[in-house]
T-cell receptor, first 113, second 113 residues
Framework: DTEVTQTPKHLVMGMTNKKSLKCEQH?????MYWYKQKAKKPPELMFV???????INESVPSRFSPECPNSSLLNLHLHALQPEDSALYLC????????????FGPGTRLTVT | AQSVAQPEDQVNVAEGNPLTVKCTYS??????LFWYVQYPNRGLQFLLK??????LVKGSYGFEAEFNKSQTSFHLKKPSALVSDSALYFC???????????FGTGTQLKVEL
């Protein structure tokens, strides 16, 4: 089963709200990723976790805070977002980093008002 | 810097005809290359990858890709297109020491009856 699940599917939040996005996989993968995707554009990497440790932060603003509570779960905590942060947020996982393919979840469509 | 380029924003093909979606790469060393497909309002689905070995790589849903080192290309192909193949296709390369997946700009494939 190559399934990555993400909740919620849609999220509307104000600029003063705090919310969290959740991602889960049960494939035994040890690498997990957050991407941001604008319409008709390629995904942009935000964070990489390898063996539950943050290994890459692509200079993402601190209003985005990732968390990896265990090897199956990945959260993205959101606070004081801006309207330009509205996008599709994709989670992915892979067996390891390097040559292994990544499997993507369906994404969370975030709208910041 | 390692990168991929997709020279065509859109490709149109008639159902039953062969299709090709183009991708070229720029890398120092051996490339790790991937193709993904994205249907509207969905996450990305892995199609195939080239790490090493045979230059012709077979993937999901009847797709294949040909790795050409002399032309630095990794074109996606399918012998007979289906209307259901209509989607956004991304070529990608592993960068950052193998920890980051960098995507091309994407090619919208439209298969018409």
């Amino acid at each position: 089963d190559t399934e990555v699940t993400q909740t919620p599917k849609h999220l509307v939040m104000g600029m003063t709200n705090k919310k969290s996005l959740k991602c889960e996989q049960h494939m035994g993968h040890r690498a997990m990723y957050w991407y941001k995707q604008k319409a008709k554009k390629p995904p942009e990497l935000m964070f990489v976790y390898s063996y539950e440790k943050l290994s890459i932060n692509e200079s993402v603003p601190s209003r985005f805070s990732p968390e990896c509570p265990n090897s199956s779960l990945l959260n993205l905590h959101l606070h004081a977002l801006q309207p330009e942060d509205s996008a599709l947020y994709l989670c992915a996982s892979s067996q390891r980093t390097r040559s292994y393919e990544q499997y993507f979840g369906p994404g969370t469509r975030l709208t910041v008002t | 810097a390692q990168s991929v380029a997709q020279p065509e924003d859109q490709v149109n093909v008639a159902e039953g005809n062969p299709l090709t979606v183009k991708c070229t790469y720029s890398v120092s060393g051996n490339p790790y290359l991937f193709w993904y497909v994205q249907y509207p309002n969905r996450g990305l689905q892995f199609l195939l990858k080239y790490i090493t070995g045979d230059n012709l790589v077979k993937g999901s849903y009847g797709f294949e890709a040909e790795f050409n080192k002399s032309q630095t290309s990794f074109h996606l192909k399918k012998p007979s297109a289906l209307v259901s193949d209509s989607a956004l296709y991304f070529c990608a390369i592993l960068t950052g020491g193998g920890n980051k997946l960098t995507f091309g700009t994407g090619t919208q494939l439209k298969v018409e009856l």
